[in-house]
């Protein structure tokens, strides 16, 4: 296998279903691959982002500010917020693997630090939209909508 700390992070099986079944040059470290470099990457940028805009509608005195005519669609992207940062605490407190195939217990901590860097993005996302429920810019905008449909496709 490889160094402590990686397998200690992955906890790859041996000769699991990830080994057996994955042809790529990560093997049984795929789950643990994918889901650091993809998914916790993709909502480490969008919390970024959804911080740079929330310090914008906080700080920036050049933004253009303006107040929404009807707040629904915000409260319908409030519910989905809540709903995606709900989600993975749950699956959180639960133990609820969804890359474990092999009947491990409990999570393995690549996806502990990937459920709560997903809780958290998600989280900052839902006090973006109620700020913006007061508040709004047109600043930005584009960059967190691109970024967070890229992450709720996943």
């Known amino acids: 296998m490889a160094f402590k700390p990686l397998g200690w992070y992955c906890q790859p099986v041996a000769n699991g279903v990830w080994a057996r079944t994955v042809q790529n040059a990560f093997g ?9 470099l993809v998914i916790c990457v993709s909502h480490l940028v969008v919390l970024g982002l959804c911080c740079y805009r929330i310090w914008l509608i906080k700080k920036d005195s050049n933004a253009k500010r303006s107040c929404l005519r009807s707040k629904l669609y915000n409260y319908v992207l409030a519910l989905l917020a809540t709903y995606c940062t709900a989600e993975p605490l749950f699956r959180l407190n639960m133990g609820i693997s969804v890359l474990n195939l092999d009947g491990q217990a409990g999570l393995a901590p690549f996806e502990t630090v990937s459920l709560l860097i997903e809780a958290l993005a998600w989280c900052t996302m839902l006090v973006l939209i109620g700020g913006e429920t007061k508040v709004y810019i047109s600043d930005f905008r584009w960059f967190v909508q691109i970024w967070s449909h890229l992450c709720f496709s996943w």
Do not use: L, N, R
Request: net charge negative.
């Open 28 to 36: 049984g470290y795929t789950p643990c691959a994918v889901d650091t």
